[in-house]
């Protein structure tokens, strides 16, 4: 094996929540490796400096508007990307979201239900048409989740965060068992990231030293070192990979 084996030449990818943060950087990563992408999101006019990213690497960008709520809209994506840029190979799921930071004696089942669709089902919607895509073409595939170590332990003042990326975590093994050998399923846990996401968190003095002081790397991550992950991951490197929870935290979890 060589170095080759990390190129995703050839490759189709689709990366949801493709406009920024984790997502638009591993858009980028994905192409920078050989693929052709699609970045998807809920707005196209966000996409447009990621495709502009993603073309300037020479692989083929698409943007795509989906919310990974909307059933039918999740339905005809794959579809629609492999009508534009060929057969999907690799999918990731980023969309996520995370409105809620408090206690959960206060919070509704509104927004527990949100919070829970948009992060859980949506990656079951999306995971399901590519498995489907799959299937039809007689290929093999890949699925990265994008979870976060809230599903590998848990995160106080979060609990519908946590809920829902362990209930993907579970999704991720079950897949990976259910659909071996042809498509793996893998999951990527991070910890705390520079981005929008966290800037919350970040900003305020208190709670970003207390989050330090329990990384032993003494920082947060930088939404490439995610990308690159997400590469491996997507990559014939990981062939004996699936059912995987990456986790990528700075050590967090490991004391």
């Known amino acids: 094996m060589t170095l080759d084996a990390f190129s ?83 999918l990731v799921n980023n969309a996520g979201t995370n409105p809620y930071f408090g206690d959960t004696r206060k919070l509704d089942t509104e927004t527990f239900e949100h919070i829970t669709d948009v992060n859980t089902t949506g990656a079951f919607r999306c995971t399901k048409a590519f498995a489907r895509h799959v299937a039809d073409h007689d290929g093999t595939g890949v699925v990265v989740n994008v979870a976060s170590v809230g ?26 068992v259910e659909w071996a050998p042809d498509i793996r399923v893998n999951a990527l846990a991070p910890g705390y990231v520079t981005t929008e996401f966290t800037k919350g968190v970040r900003e305020n003095d208190s709670i970003r030293e207390d989050l330090l002081s329990n990384i032993p790397a003494d920082r947060f991550a930088d939404p490439e070192e995610l990308a690159y992950a997400a590469v491996y991951l997507a990559s014939p490197a990981a062939a004996y990979a699936t059912g995987e929870v990456h986790v990528v935290d700075g050590g967090m979890t490991a004391r």
């Open 8 to 90: 995703l030449a050839g490759s189709v990818v689709i990366v949801t929540g493709g406009s920024r943060g984790i997502g638009e950087e591993t858009a980028v990563a994905m192409a920078e490796a050989g693929a052709d992408v699609a970045a998807v999101a809920r707005s196209e006019g966000a996409l447009e400096e990621t495709v502009e990213r993603i073309e300037g690497t020479g692989s083929s960008g698409v943007a795509r508007t989906v919310d990974v709520t909307d059933d039918d809209a999740v339905a005809g994506l794959v579809d629609s990307v492999a009508d534009e840029l060929g057969p999907v190979d690799v």
């Open 151 to 176: 599903g590998v332990v848990g995160l106080p003042y979060q609990a519908p965060y946590t809920a829902s990326k362990h209930a993907m975590v579970g999704l991720t093994k079950s897949l990976a």
